[in-house]
């Protein structure tokens, strides 16, 4: 900016017009970056920036004791529960993006080589969106009726005799974590994978399969 | 001559939500191809003739008629089995392929697999790399290549599977106007080398004339003529075929003599031209007479079958191009006069001299 400023500065002589102009449109520009900057710091930099301040102290006798002590760092990273725990989250993420992504897909690429009527692929496409219309705990929940021990899955298999007793074993557990998971997020997955696969153009698939391949 | 494709009064009508909505986008089109030669489907754009090749291709199914290859019909014979090879427009080169790697595709499809080793498939990529004369850009992507070496790339790649006929979907449509020359010598001169039936859509008719063994004025969906360049260019049938190649001029006349010999018109001012030609009209016919600029010269009044008055003339370099405004209201021609004779004013009264052997005549209205 300095440099700009001298620069400008410096050259004024020559077209002055001009140069007034940018800098007028310069300082415009400044004023309408201004307002997202200052969220960004007030709500994102500046706590970020605290609790790093935090990281670094520790608490005595339930107080705040400020210090420069890596400490803390070395406890996440080797103390139970903190490892498992983030190990497990990672876990979980990448099982559900796994699970997300074979699920999504075959729909998507359903939608976007094979569905031709433009009818089915806008239902089929409010069939995806629609669920991201309900809340999180809301879809939460709704696994839980169907995988509780008076819930949907229960009753059927009770009701076809194939066990007399609910089951148990759906819920609580990782298996019922990672199934809710996916579910909720395989629309994201269909609906990235989806815009990506329109993005080819039909001419390499013709050329493809023009070429033998495939069919 | 034994037609390699022959087309059976295609037809193609698209979906109602898709272009061309109800309308016949190919209309009845009917053609024989022969083995080995090079045929151009012309027309502007809109005209069925990019819908006839991806039918021939296999891209499009027909609503109605049929395709046949050596007396076979392959209508319903899917894309895959088809062995003919599309040039595209755009190219179509796999991005995430070197130059090499989508040449060599086509030898490595499922349906190829076991007849090439891959020691061959590299001699067979370099040959053909060659032959486009492309040699040692196999390891660079589609992406850091000229729009003309993108173009023998996706030649390359048509040609390496041996195919019987290459369909050729407005090759050069994406390049400038140099590099069509060029592409244009160097189409003709791979048909030449390799014999191959070559498959050919332009909207360009100078590309068309160059290249081709016949062509197929296309319009509404339908084959106006089908025949040689020169068939085309001295002899259209049509209005519209004559209009639409190298842009000649009608004047509305009437048959007023015909026999054995050739035939008499007269223009609307009462002007009569004579032509060396055997048409097939009848004496009070009404016709167009076709007049092609390099058809015509100029000399003073009286020294010419049609008269007119200069109203513009434009120098080419190569040739003086006068613009004459007929009288009798019949439009205006063009003439391309010698640079070195004596230079007609504007507005001057001139009489137009007609070549009986190149004038021609077309029916109807």
């Known amino acids: 900016m300095m440099m700009e400023a001298t620069l400008s500065a410096r050259d004024a002589g020559s077209k002055p017009v001009i140069r007034s102009a940018r800098r007028l449109e310069r300082r415009s520009m400044m004023l309408w970056l201004l307002p997202p900057v200052a969220w960004f710091t007030v709500f994102m930099l500046l706590p970020y920036a605290l ?22 760092f070395v406890r996440v990273f080797t103390d139970e529960p903190y490892l498992g725990v983030i190990l497990k989250s990672a876990r979980i993420g990448l099982m559900t993006s796994i699970l997300s992504a074979l699920v999504a897909y075959p729909l998507a690429f359903a939608l976007a080589f094979h569905v031709r009527s433009a009818a089915v692929k806008f239902a089929l496409y409010l069939l995806v969106i629609v669920p991201w219309w309900a809340s999180y705990l809301v879809k939460a929940y709704a696994w839980k009726t169907i995988l509780g021990t008076g819930g949907i899955l229960n009753a059927t298999l009770q009701g076809l005799g194939v066990t007399d007793e609910p089951v148990r074993l759906f819920l609580y557990n990782e298996f019922s974590v990672l199934l809710t998971l996916t579910y909720i997020f395989t629309p994201f997955a269909v609906l990235s994978i989806y815009a990506q696969l329109e993005r080819v153009p039909t001419s390499l698939i013709e050329a493809a399969r023009n070429l033998g391949a495939g069919g | 001559m034994t037609a390699e494709i022959e087309l059976r009064d295609l037809r193609k009508r698209f979906d109602a939500h898709g272009a061309g909505a109800g309308g016949w986008a190919v209309d009845g089109v009917s053609m024989r191809i022969g083995r080995g030669q090079f045929v151009t489907l012309l027309g502007p754009s809109g005209c069925g003739k990019t819908t006839t090749l991806r039918m021939i291709a296999g891209f499009e199914m027909p609503t109605s008629g049929a395709i046949l290859r050596d007396g076979q019909d392959i209508t319903d014979q899917p894309v895959t089995d088809r062995d003919m090879r599309m040039v595209f427009q755009d190219f179509a080169l796999f991005p995430n392929m070197t130059v090499a790697e989508n040449v060599a595709f086509g030898l490595k499809t499922r349906r190829m697999r076991g007849r090439y080793s891959a020691a061959d498939i590299r001699r067979r990529v370099g040959e053909y790399l060659d032959l486009v004369r492309l040699g040692g850009h196999s390891d660079k992507r589609p992406h850091q290549l000229s729009g003309g070496q993108k173009q023998r790339v996706s030649l390359a790649r048509a040609l390496i599977t041996d195919p019987e006929v290459v369909l050729f979907d407005e090759p050069l449509g994406s390049l400038d106007a140099h590099l069509r020359k060029v592409m244009q010598i160097e189409l003709i001169r791979l048909h030449r080398e390799l014999g191959k039936t070559f498959i050919y859509v332009t909207h360009d008719q100078d590309e068309a004339m160059a290249m081709s063994d016949a062509i197929a004025v296309m319009n509404g969906g339908k084959v106006l003529q089908f025949g040689s360049p020169r068939d085309i ?11 639409f190649i190298g842009h000649a001029h009608i004047v509305e006349a009437t048959v007023a003599e015909c026999d054995a010999s050739g035939l008499t018109v007269t223009t609307g001012s009462g002007e009569t031209v004579r032509l060396n030609e055997k048409a097939a009209v009848t004496r009070g016919q009404s016709v167009g007479l076709m007049l092609r600029a390099e058809d015509l010269s100029l000399g003073e009044p009286g020294e010419g079958e049609l008269h007119g008055q200069v109203a513009d003339s434009l120098y080419r370099g190569e040739y003086i191009e006068y613009v004459v405004e007929l009288n009798g209201n019949a439009g205006v021609v063009h003439v391309h006069e010698p640079t070195h004779l004596a230079p007609f004013a504007h507005g001057a009264a001139v009489a137009l001299k007609v070549n009986a052997n190149k004038a021609h005549v077309v029916g109807g209205a």
């Open chain 1, 51 to 72: 609790l790093f301040y935090y990281s670094l102290g520790h608490s005595q006798d339930m107080r705040f004791v400020p210090g420069f002590s890596f400490h803390n």
């Open chain 2, 233 to 243: 260019y001295d002899r259209p049938t049509s209005r519209y075929v004559a209009g």
